[in-house]
């Protein structure tokens, strides 16, 4: 007899969602992961009573009436609404595009004098149809735009040339000719007060967890319960023998600082080739901390190597594939279940890793 229904690998907020659920229906469930901690991505550790997102900052967006109440069962969530800056050089600039980011680039009021400035150039690029990352963004939003606040920061973001990215990677930030320094279109937004542990804690309440604990150096893995939930890389899980699915790093440079208010604002982007860090996380921001000190985080992007943490799916055409032919051993693979962000190598924002998992759970149990 196995002890458990399921073996749960990773308690990120895919690993934690399929818990949650399966204990309610009645199975029994252990979840390992290889970290010390629960959480996956979205763990907050408190450093000087504020919570520093420790592996990127978070911030809770989706336009799902259902999955907003969910994820407000586990906790109750602030007012935030991410509102980033961009510094490029010695000039500020409001974050989407938007009126405040074209009236502070060229000094003008309204939108038709924005709309006027932004086609002019536009129609001497002459860009029928956009190829990649640069010809979008210049039809877009024409060529001051681009060469300011897209180009030097996508660069560094992905370490490519902006003629070698594709063009959906910049589709998902809004242009609005409103003054809107909102970030997200979503109809819901905000931060867990109290950090996002409490969400998981909550989750996984009563449920066997073992920490420190890898999947791949676990005796009798097979043996432990009826069927697996599987979150980690879904390559290593079949020993990369098809080949090496690709990621990109990110590294956090993190300081405590003897200020209470270091840059007035979460999210500061420097879009400038020159200054090596994408951007500074200033972490009490998204929760209105008033603490003495202050905990920031600079972010480099890196290129991922074996070993390091995997942050961002490479989805190109060879990734793509690859992956598709993983998916297909997957799909060969029985009582083994593939989900969450590194087990569909997917860029998966945290509504739809929740969606995904209860669509895995109402799949699993028939309903
Ligand atoms: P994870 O959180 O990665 O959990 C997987 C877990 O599996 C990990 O804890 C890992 O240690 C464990 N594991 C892996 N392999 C093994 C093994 N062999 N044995 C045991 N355990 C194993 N989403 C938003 O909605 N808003 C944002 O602002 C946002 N910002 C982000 C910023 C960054 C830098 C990144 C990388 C992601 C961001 N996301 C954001 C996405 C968000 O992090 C994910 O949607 C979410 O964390 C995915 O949950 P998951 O359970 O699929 O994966
Ligand atoms: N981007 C940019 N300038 C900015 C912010 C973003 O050019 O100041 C571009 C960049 O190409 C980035 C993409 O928009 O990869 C998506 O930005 P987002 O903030 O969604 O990136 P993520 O949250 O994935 O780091």
Redesign the pocket.
Known sequence: MKKYDYLI???????ATFAYEAKKRGKSCLV????DHI????YCESVEGINVHK???????TSSKEIWEYVNTFAEFNNYINAPVAIYKDELYNLPFNMNTFSKMWGIKTPSEARTIIDAQIKELNITEPKNLEEQALSLVGTDVYEKLIKGYTEKQWQRDCRDLPSFIIKRLPLRFTYDNNYFNDRYQGIPIGGYNQIIEKMLDGVDVWLS????ELENREELAQKIVF???ID?YFDYKLGILEYRS?RFENEVLDCENYQGNAVVNYTEREVPYTRVIEHKHFEFGKQPKTVISREYSSEWKMGDEP??PVNNDRNNSLYEEYKALADNTPNVIF?????QYKY??????IISALDTVKKEFNE
């Open positions: 690998v990773g308690a990120g907020l895919f690993g390992i992961d290889k970290r959480g996956g991505n979205i592996y990127g900052a978070h911030i809770f967006h604990t890898d999947f791949f979150t980690g890389q290593r990110v942050y961002y989900g969450g962000r590194l087990g998966y924002d945290m509504d739809k890793v």
